[in-house]
């Protein structure tokens, strides 16, 4: 799969979601946009980390490869086509500093505060209060929530002209947060970005992601304290002064005010929505696990890395073949074999090693390894068996 199809598959996944949200409001709950957001975050980020620990572990096990393959293996880097994936490295990098710094300066300038333990008391309408903290910040004019492992509530000093139940409904919103890990997925959502920095759809899956949390911990709330007035009269006090400084902070006020309060006053409909919104969620994922999207791979074939290497002319000791001599495979007249029969490709780790396509009535070879990256035997298998081991 070259680049251009990943990011055709993720933008298709991606503009899918943007459609039900604009035109599936009858039959979708508002809360289930961010479970499909999910769902594609860490179909990308699998897609993106497993390769490259696929390629350290096959790395480690073929460590006592030939220092002429590590020759050829340079050699496929030497052209100039390996800008593309230093530019593609460096703005990746460039962007992911740029989060890191905007929330420093952020934790920075909030370093100065008060707790607010006299709004502990409130916290018995979460089940998840053992690692939040609750802090008075003059810095803010509206709740704010950051942390991942361990959740901080920031509330502006105006929570204390507030009525016992304003308070409660922000610090349940914030709880919400915290107990839905809402940093840690943003997080996860940033790093996407900064992988797909050239792909536009992953910036809006970016966007709405961040304003289909909201959405989600206010059905949460009005589910448990109900008073959809209220709320929605405490969200438009709070909406005009609330525009969170960084992106990886959840706020209570921010984004969509006129679809959260929408969503909020049609709440008894919201609910009717459960089974349909569940069908379509439970199908999407599906679909998202059917379709393999092999980032490293992707990028590789997209800037032309070499696949096949030229052979014919290297020497039997700096063929790739050779370190498996011990094992049996023996080289003749410029020709490899095992047990008699011409090699026409090997696989060991998951990754064929050797393709020759001029071999004539020839046979595939599958190193299998112990659990100490030792070479156990030497299989043979069948052409296609070769490929399915491979695309595994």
């Excluded at 911990?217 to 109900?226: A, E, H, P």
């Excluded at 929505?273 to 069908?279: A, E, G, N, P, V």
């Excluded at 791979?297 to 002319?313: A, D, F, T, W």
Aim: proline share 2%; charged share 20%.
């Amino acid at each position: 799969m070259n680049l251009l199809r990943l990011n055709i598959l993720v933008s298709i996944f991606i503009i899918f979601v943007i459609f039900i949200r604009k035109y599936g409001g009858k039959r979708i709950a508002s809360y289930f946009y961010s479970v499909l957001w999910e769902a594609i975050i860490i179909k990308l980020l699998l897609s993106f980390f497993v390769p490259i620990i696929k390629m350290m572990v096959a790395s480690w096990v073929l460590k006592n490869e030939s220092n002429a393959n590590e020759k050829i293996k340079f050699g496929i880097f030497e052209n100039l086509n390996v800008w593309i994936m230093c530019i593609w490295i460096f703005i990746s990098i460039c962007l992911l500093c740029m989060f890191v710094l905007n929330y420093c300066r952020f934790l920075k300038r909030i370093y100065k505060t008060t707790s607010a333990d006299r709004f502990n008391g409130l916290f018995h309408i979460s089940h998840n209060k053992k690692h939040i903290h609750t802090k008075m910040c003059t810095s803010i004019q509206s709740p704010l929530t950051f942390g991942i492992f361990k959740s901080t509530i920031l509330l502006p000093q105006s929570v204390l002209g507030m009525t016992e139940e304003e308070q409660k409904y922000l610090l349940y919103h914030e709880l919400v947060h915290a107990k839905h890990r809402d940093s840690l997925w943003k997080i996860l959502a940033v790093i996407i970005a900064t992988i797909y920095w050239f792909n536009p759809f992953v910036w809006i899956l970016v966007k709405f992601f961040d304003q289909d949390l909201e959405l989600r911990c206010d059905y949460n709330v009005v589910s448990k304290l109900g008073g959809k007035v209220e709320y929605a009269e405490l969200l438009l006090k709070f909406a005009r002064n609330s525009k969170n400084p960084v992106y990886l902070l959840n706020g209570f006020g921010d984004s969509i005010v006129k679809k959260r309060i929408v969503s909020i006053m049609n709440f008894d409909k919201e609910k009717k929505k459960y089974t349909c919104s569940l069908l379509v969620s439970t199908t999407f994922i599906i679909l998202l696990i059917f379709f393999k999207m092999d980032s490293i791979e992707s990028i590789s074939e997209s800037i032309g890395k070499s696949q096949v290497v030229e052979l014919n002319e290297l020497e039997e000791r700096e063929h790739p073949l050779y370190v498996y001599e011990e094992n049996g495979i023996e080289y003749v007249n410029g020709k490899w074999f095992f047990k008699g029969s011409e090699i026409g490709g090997l696989v060991d780790v998951g990754y064929c090693i050797y393709v020759d396509e001029g071999a004539k009535s020839s046979v595939w070879i599958y190193v299998s390894r112990n659990k100490n990256g030792q070479i156990s035997s030497l299989d043979v298998i069948s052409e296609k068996e070769g490929w399915e081991k491979v695309e595994k």
